[in-house]
């Protein structure tokens, strides 16, 4: 068993889970047991856009629930829990990919020169094919120009060194 800080489980989620999963982790955590209609209750969501969350949590052993019979009606009511151990190296799991491919990313720009013309709807053209299209933008047809990654590597350096601290 290792201590488990709440915070650090919701912000790993945020970065694999999406929006979606966040919010139903967040309220797990503060309250486990909560049933499927309750959880799209506090998030003003519809119930079966909740249960395909849980599902895809339950897919990935993140969470686990509990079936209770209500005697009168014969109803079946669902109560969640957050499996943290598993939520917890799983998320470092999806982390530690996101930053590898981080690193790649960073390595190629890093180390190629590519062509772009500008527009965030076009690709990006290594030289070759840029020769190829006679620097041309395929796409639209606009002049390509070499591309400055120094931002881009700059805000691929923050997202790891973020990361990073997560996995810490
Ligand atoms: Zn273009």
Not at 48 to 66: G, I
Not at 76 to 81: D, H, L, P, Q
Not at 111 to 133: I, P, Q
Not at 144 to 166: A, G, R, T, V, Y
Request: glycine share 6%.
């Amino acid at each position: 068993m290792y201590y488990v800080d709440p915070s650090e489980v919701v912000k790993l989620t945020e970065v694999f889970g999406g929006e979606e999963a966040t919010q139903v982790v967040k309220l797990l955590l503060e309250a486990p047991g909560l049933s499927d209609e309750e959880l799209a209750e506090r998030l003003g969501v519809d119930v079966k856009q909740v249960r395909k969350t849980l599902h895809k949590l339950l897919e990935l052993s993140l969470v686990t629930y509990t079936v209770t019979y209500e005697k009168e009606n014969g109803k079946r009511t669902f109560r969640w829990r957050l499996q943290l151990e598993q939520l917890v190296s799983t998320v470092r799991g999806q982390a530690i990919k996101i930053i590898e491919r981080l690193k790649m990313l960073r390595d190629f720009y890093g180390s190629s020169v590519v062509y772009w013309c500008g527009k965030s709807s076009c690709r990006k053209l290594e030289f070759s094919a840029a020769v190829d299209h006679f620097f041309k933008c395929p796409s639209c047809g606009d002049p390509l120009q070499p591309f400055d990654p120094s931002e881009m590597l700059k805000s691929i350096d923050e997202k790891i060194s973020e990361l990073s601290k997560l996995l810490r």
